[in-house]
């Protein structure tokens, strides 16, 4: 048996559109074959058929060389394979321990139903001390971020006994350091024989752990070869089917004036006198691990909480913001790091999301000027290149490449002159990545400020203009572009308690 | 209404509900031609749908914004004996009940208002409280018993007719217009479906949700004033009992006529339809001699008929 | 903090609403009402100091009919010179078990009993006549009725005949006729109801072609009756359980401008039920002597203190009001108001 997994000749349309047309896919137990190709591509539709969320219309699936039907999730979990979901599957009023054992609790009486809640709380604790994960098994996911709720999420496929694993985007939400934790426990998978299914737009993550490559685009098979055979450039040109020179498209920047300056800002123990100055046409980064406040801070500035010490200037004018209605007022935009959950009305349609932050200048006398907000949303759909049939659809049908442009066009609308974007390419395909850092560069040229936070090393490298850097809600070091280097961003991104920063 | 390719397919979850309306309208009619469909009959729908349509109104604006009022009912109650004691004054022009109707339907509102917004606290306990404590205050006001004795003008509010139209069913038109169009057309109304879409993206998004809110509860207080005025002048008298079980009745026509109980989506015209729908069944029934225990679980099931076709569109949306 | 406060304003909010519901002992306070207020002076000027108590215990207090039958309780039992507690039990059979029992507990004499339910309260009853409480039962019997001292009422069944029987009288015993009832299986409904189906037996020639529960509320008797004038089938009677319900009736049958051609009959000659008598718009109304069933019960459980004998079951006229007889009752009702 060469391959455990084949899916062969997969081919799967929806209402007028032809989703993947003849796809096969191999998979050998103990490799790790990544899955690529633009948002668009097939690959999450090809992994929902395999998981049992669709059936496809045509072609088959073998494991260990005899077909078999997956019926559904439940289905798909018995015959060893399992999930990991980039838009995390938590029950956020369950603790880690419940969340990990869910669907398959241990019993103490199989009669009764009891649910064996010390053996659940004692395995989860087992395989957080192995993944040397610090989170106590009877934390309710609510009080969990981002990065930790995924680092549960990937405990709970580990510990189904799975015989693949696919793994979507996970390590989108967490750092460097967390993700080599990750790294280790594949390996010690492969290992054991088991197979995964690593979906992910990282480069040098996909170059560094996978044997294979599968590459999807527009719903066909591009090519299939072992990782050590292709290169950057040519991988993205199987994935685009054009040239893409650069990655991370910089242009020289000449920043002007001061345009705000922040002095010793604090909220409590999340923001800890935070001072720094922002130039117009500049591009700051803002680097550091999870939970080191970068999010916290872009909050407290934008006022959607109250800061506890500290005042910001604007064009050297003290000003006060309570509510983002203030910071609106003031021209700040902030493009939050959770699109779903504070970026999109996911019960509106593109347009009424792209007014959303600029309604009142769209209106007169509170009436609004649908011509005028027709009009606005197309031209953003048009600018940015949102790939939408219409102004009018439902946001909540557009790839999250897509949906993140239809945030940043609601926020160019409202005209900012500082701009702040919190992980703004997170989950995104590489071509829409690239639109949006053209962007950036084209606001800076503009004379816009931009603040950009993100967990992506090459991204906030290869983008800012200067780095600050935080650890646990402090600036720990300021890094100029010719300084950039990712040993040094993560010295001061890892200060120890009780070390002085730089 | 546009799919992928440009092509239009019927949402079901918007117009399932006008097929069921006609469809229902159409069976009484056969099975009932002299009585059912007699013009007179007709008309006297339109009334009847007319006070739980107005009361609706109100529901749909807080329902849209992801809340809900249970004290709609008891708000009738109070605002009615308030009125009604207004009403008993020959010579006060008949503007003062009415403005006085509309008054304590506004402070009930705000009441609630205030709770969920500026205390945080969940609009289904706020207005609980309310709803138990409006009904006490009615009973307390009025002494226990209706205020009766009213004057003509009063009365008249809701006897007379425009070409043909009894008053009540203008009243209705009219505020179902303006409702539609605040929703529609106004900042005010895209902000109202902005909260009940995502609360935390209206609040990054520079809108003030908690006086959106306060807002949102007065408005719907002072349509159930309005209804609890319609209501005394309808029956002659302020009753404290009136209104009983009411807010029922305008959520269900609210969920009926297609909005999401989870706030930020539906379609005001929708709400007429669920107003419309209900009125049919509980005259079509009378008409045929069916109790009223009966109706209930008629209501009951289409009620649940209606917020399981929410849900499945909402599922398909996704 | 905030949160902290907003809770008491709410639960300050819902005492004051069920502020009627006298549940617990620190709540255990007579019900103000308007009547109480005047009773007040007529109960201290009047007999000797007495530190007897007699409480009384209403279903509920939401409607005229109850405000007229505590109200002369009250005057009567102050009248005769005893301390006066009332309890309004919201409908609630249970409540008012336990209002009873707390009752007894707090060294009651006697109680007067208006029951919410004919079984449930009678193991208190039982408890308190244990204690050596006089026990009264007014307007509805309880189940076991030698549970309890005596029963002072109008027969519901009674009552629904003798309107029946005008309604017959004055349709000629021939016609339609539709019902407007209470809360279906509510005793006042069902005792009610076999009245009617008493007489409606003698007459072959009438037919009950609508009959439905409009819950004793006005609005909702206001739209049944609209529809069923609606259907085609004339009607040449409406006859509804109270007056509440009639009232509604009536308004339908005027805005349908049958006056005088479908008539409409109530039940418990409330002040507004004869004032429409009197303006045209109910035919009649049977009153269950609600006044006398108030002033008798009172006097009953006085003398039961004062060791007098007393009958075991009293029934109280009802009478018809029509035209004729309205005024006056009106003018009485008002001079006690």
Known sequence: MEYFLEMKNITKSFPGVKVLDDVTLRVRAGEVHALMGENGAGKSTLMKILMGIYKAD????????????????????????????????????????????????????????????????????????????????????????????????????????????????????????????????????????????????????????????????????????????????????????????????????????????????????????????????????????????????????????????????????????????????????????????????????????????????????????????????????????????????????????????????????????????????????????????????????????????SSEMPEVMGISDRILVMCEGMVTGEISRRDFSQELIMKYASLRKGEQPA | MINKNGKRIINYREFGIFIAFFALVIILMIISPNAFARPRNLINILKQASINGILSCGMMFVIISGGIDLSAGSTIALSGVVAAYCAQVQGLPVIVPVLAAIAVGAIVGAVNGFGVAYAGLPPFIITLATMTAIRGLALIVSGGSPVYGLTKEFEELTNTFISGFPVLAVYFIIIVLISGFILTKTVFGRRIYAIGGSELTAKVSGINVKRMKLLVYTICGSLAGIAGLLVASRTVQGSPTAGDGYEMDAIAAVVIGGISMSGGYGKWYGTIVGALLLAVISNGLDILGVSSNYQKIIKGVIIAAAVYTDLRGKAKQE | MKKVLALLVIMALTITGCGSDTNTPSASQPAETAQEAAGNETGE?????????????????????????????????????????????????????????????????????????????????????????????????????????????????????????????????????????????????????????????????????????????????????????????????????????????????????????????????????????????????????????????????????????????????????????????????????
């Open chain 1, 58 to 453: 045509e072609g088959s699936i073998l494991i260990n060389g005899s077909p078999v039907t997956i019926q559904n999730p439940r289905d798909a979990m018995g015959k060893g394979i399992s999930m990991m979901h980039q838009e995390l599957n938590t029950v956020l009023d369950m603790d880690a321990a419940e969340n990990i054992f869910i669907g398959r609790e241990p019993q103490k009486s199989k009669l009764l139903n009891l649910i064996d809640r010390e053996k659940m709380l004692e395995d989860t604790h087992k395989y957080f001390k192995e993944l040397e994960i610090g989170i106590d098994p009877k934390a309710p996911m609510r009080s969990l971020s981002v990065a930790q709720m995924q680092l549960v999420e990937i405990v709970k496929a580990i510990s189904a006994d799975s015989k693949i694993i696919v793994m979507d985007e996970p390590t989108s939400a967490i750092t460097e350091k967390e993700a080599v934790i990750l790294f280790r426990q594949i390996e010690r998978l492969k290992k054991q024989g088991v197979a995964i299914i690593y979906i992910s737009h990282k480069m040098d993550e996909i170059f560094k752990i996978s044997d294979t490559i599968t590459v999807l685009r527009d719903g066909r098979l591009i090519c299939t070869k072992p990782a050590c055979e292709l290169t950057d450039n040519e991988l993205i040109r199987f994935m685009v089917g054009r040239e893409i020179t650069e990655i991370y498209p910089k242009e020289e920047s000449s920043p002007g004036q001061v345009i705000m300056e922040v002095k010793n800002i604090s909220r409590g123990r999340l923001v800890k006198d935070v001072s720094f100055r922002l130039r117009a046409g500049e591009v700051l980064g803002i680097a550091g691990l999870v939970g080191a406040g970068r999010s916290e801070l872009a909050e407290t500035i934008f006022g959607l909480y109250p800061k506890t010490g500290g005042e910001i200037l604007l064009d050297g004018k003290k000003i006060n913001i309570k509510h983002p209605r203030d910071a609106i007022e003031h021209k700040i935009a902030l493009i939050t790091e959770d699109r779903k959950l504070t970026g999109l009305n996911l019960s509106a349609n593109v347009k009424e999301n792209i007014s959303l932050a600029a309604l009142s200048s769209l209106a007169k006398f509170g009436v609004i000027d649908q011509k005028q907000e027709s009009a606005a949303a197309n031209r953003y759909i048009k600018e940015l290149g949102i790939k939408t049939p219409s102004e009018n659809t439902a946001v909540n049908k557009l790839s999250g490449g897509n949906q993140q442009k239809v945030v940043l066009a609601k926020w160019l609308l409202a005209d900012p002159s500082i701009i702040i974007l919190d992980e703004p390419t997170r989950g995104i395909d590489v071509g829409s990545k690239r639109d949006i850092y053209l962007l950036i560069n084209g606001l800076a040229k503009q004379g816009k400020a931009i603040i950009l936070i």
């Open chain 3, 45 to 337: 000027a009047a007999g000797d100091a007495s530190d007897k108590t007699i409480a009384l215990f209403m279903t509920h207090m939401s409607n005229e009919f109850t405000i007229t039958l505590s109200g002369s309780v009250e005057a009567q039992v102050k009248a005769r010179g005893y301390n006066y507690n009332v309890y309004d039990a919201n409908q609630d059979a249970a409540a008012q078990a336990d209002q009873i029992e707390q009752a007894v507990t707090l060294g009651v004499d006697g109680i007067i009993i208006e029951p919410v339910s004919v079984d449930g309260i009678v193991p208190a009853v039982r408890a308190a006549k244990a204690e050596g409480v006089a026990v009264v039962i007014v307007n509805q019997r309880i189940s076991d009725p030698s549970a309890a001292d005596c029963y002072i009422g109008a027969d519901a069944a009674t009552t629904g005949e003798i309107l029946m029987r005008k309604v017959m009288e004055d349709i000629g015993g021939q016609g339609n006729v539709a019902l407007l009832l209470g809360p279906m299986g509510s005793d006042g409904q069902v005792g009610r109801s076999q009245g009617f189906a008493n007489i409606l037996a003698d007459y072959p020639d009438v037919e009950v072609v609508f009959e439905d529960s409009a819950d004793w509320q006005t609005e909702p008797a206001l739209t049944i009756t609209e529809n069923w004038l609606n259907a085609g089938k004339d009607l040449a009677a409406i006859v509804s359980q109270n007056d509440g319900m009639a009232i509604g009736a009536a308004k339908a049958v005027a805005d349908a401008q049958l006056v005088g051609e479908t008539l409409v009959y109530g039940i418990d000659a409330t002040s507004e039920g004869l004032q429409a008598v009197l303006d045209g718009k109910l035919a009649a109304s049977v009153s269950q002597g609600t006044e006398d069933q108030g002033r008798l019960s009172a006097d009953a459980c006085a003398d039961l203190l004062e060791g007098k004998a007393v009958a075991e079951e009293t029934i109280v006229d009802n009478v018809v009001y029509t035209k004729d007889n309205a005024q006056e009752a009106l003018d009485a009702i008002k001079a006690n108001g």
